[in-house]
T-cell receptor, first 115, second 109 residues
Framework: GAGVSQTPSNKVTEKGKYVELRCDPI?????LYWYRQSLGQGPEFLIY????????DSGLPNDRFFAVRPEGSVSTLKIQRTERGDSAVYLC?????????????FGPGTRLLVL | TQLLEQSPQFLSIQEGENLTVYCNSS?????LQWYRQEPGEGPVLLVT?????EVKKLKRLTFQFGDARKDSSLHITAAQPGDTGLYLC?????????FGSGTKLNVKP
């Protein structure tokens, strides 16, 4: 079956612009996670959804970052007034539900470059 | 500051050698997962350990969860070039996963 997909695969934007990153999780997965990965580092937690609600958004760096999952499936990560420091790979993962023993299935990521 | 520290950061070895990668923390985790990530792709889960002292084997890979559930190790026997990649540990705490900084492994033929 289809895995987690993310669009676009690459995004180049200018400082100060607004960007949207999309994640299509595996069908039936209720938990959806967003991570940010900088070069040479492990993924850094941003936010996770259980269904339509953000169960934990403690990893969002500031109020320029916002994420939604209105119908409990597709999610969009929105970044306002982008800064050069936002450049990274943004990874999305989904799992059947949220829990310590659950398998997270990752998408290939969106590579964001802010010039 | 990373909640999970991995060592070594980089490892370059010859095919056939054995190696161990470590994942350490001062925090207790409900579970510990190991992932492998290749360039341009997302991480892929290798194993989940949930019980202190648990040992799991996956072909040439052996995973161990520390008795106190604060640390874990990954041992690879007779490494092959196909094992090359970034190995990440992730611990479940406070209802989310925290990832380590990763160990970049290169196995030379």
């Amino acid at each position: 079956g289809a895995g987690v997909s993310q669009t676009p695969s690459n995004k180049v934007t200018e400082k100060g612009k607004y960007v949207e990153l999309r994640c299509d999780p595996i069908s039936g997965h209720t938990a959806l996670y967003w991570y940010r990965q900088s070069l040479g580092q492990g993924p850094e937690f941003l936010i996770y959804f259980q269904g339509t609600g953000a169960a934990d958004d403690s990893g969002l760096p500031n109020d320029r970052f916002f994420a939604v999952r209105p119908e409990g499936s597709v999610s969009t990560l929105k970044i306002q007034r982008t800064e050069r420091g936002d450049s990274a790979v943004y990874l999305c993962a989904s799992s059947l539900t949220a829990g310590a023993a659950e398998t997270q299935y990752f998408g290939p990521g969106t590579r964001l470059l802010v010039l | 500051t990373q909640l999970l520290e991995q060592s070594p950061q980089f490892l370059s070895i010859q095919e056939g050698e054995n190696l161990t990668v470590y994942c350490n923390s001062s925090s207790v985790f409900s579970s510990l997962q190991w992932y492998r990530q290749e360039p341009g792709e997302g991480p892929v889960l290798l194993v989940t350990v949930v019980t202190g002292g648990e040992v799991k084997k996956l072909k040439r890979l052996t995973f161990q969860f520390g008795d106190a559930r604060k640390d874990s190790s990954l041992h690879i026997t007779a490494a092959q070039p196909g094992d090359t990649g970034l190995y990440l540990c992730a611990g479940w705490s406070f209802n989310k996963f925290y990832f380590g900084s990763g160990t970049k492994l290169n196995v030379k033929p």
